[in-house]
């Protein structure tokens, strides 16, 4: 299947089973539970939103014991039928995760994650080489540092593993999984699940991988998924004469379906009619208006819509439709309200023909909020 036909293909057909937490578990009853079932994340659900628990989050934790989900989750979109696999992908290789769930009518009906994504297209990759799609010279380790030092790296920049390196060569990796498994109470170690201990004040190499999956940068990105599916891990560390060169982890592969428009800017819809007409006719219209704003605004980067649906007192639905625009100088947004979803989105173009007519020819800009993607507002997110 080409990529452009996957990215096409709804959700729902390479949708799992999906198992939904309570809030008001225990971090050590999570923690239990992904690794019973070999997951680097779980979802949570509270109320009318869903969010989610990963690695990650479970490295911030002080005490596994006493400690509530509810304080580490965070709150990711939803998709529902008629959202496609190009969504999903540009959605969690943006919120560095590697699934998401699937609503309709909302209740919980399945989710997507990046391995089944990943294993649909690798196929048509064969000529692609890793050294096209690594993320190269990755943040490394040497094998003397503590584990406290690479957990406050994950925590800091995101990510789940890092190359551990002994006189200048690959020693192993270290993982979130591994930090975090090692951490439950058992009879031999700390009874109380205290993270402030000093067992993150080990040696990395007592929790580095040895065995790793290692390719070259020569090798194709289908012999490097082959080798981390067989392994059963989610990263290869790429080399060239046994120098370390760069890492693939599936959010790399996200890379290869992440949503583009035919101008190039990255752009998604979270929250999709599940007629399928309508939610083509709001794809299309979404589309035009970030074609006129990119010919006013030439540096725009990025677009995003949010659509909820509510019902009135004469069961109605009534649309809000948040749409956000970003730049490197600039990050716009704009809300608006109505019963028919296609003349939500002719507002918004009337918005955006308005906002494009306030660039002049010096390249000045409007006012925008600068928080209104900001990383500490999760809640813009939620739907």
Known sequence: MRPSELQALPVMELSSNIEILNPELLVAKIIGFMRERKLSEAFVAEKERTAIVTLRDLLKVQNITTTKVSTVMSYIPRLNPNNNVGDAATLMFEHRIRSLPIYRNGKPVGKIDTFTIIDKVIDTQGNVRANRLMTPDPITLEKEDDIGKARRIMIRRRIDQIPVINDGKIHGVVSSASIVYNILPTPDRDPKGDMRSGRFKVPIENLADSDLVQNDVGDSLSQVFKEMKKAEKTYSVITSFEELQGIITHRDFMRILSQKPSDGIPMYIVGLPEDPFEAEAARE????????????????????????????????????????????????NYTAFGFELPDVFDEIESWAKKLVSRYDRRGKRTRADPGALSSDRPDLWVH
């Not at 589309?287 to 006013?296: D, E």
């Not at 725009?300 to 730049?327: C, D, H, N, P, W």
């Open 285 to 332: 219209k979404f589309s035009r208006i970030i074609k006129l704003v990119r010919k006013g605004n030439p540096d725009t980067l990025e677009a995003r819509a949010i659509i909820r649906a509510g019902e009135t007192k004469s069961a109605r639905k009534r649309y809000q439709v948040q749409v956000f625009i970003m730049s490197p100088r600039r990050r716009d």
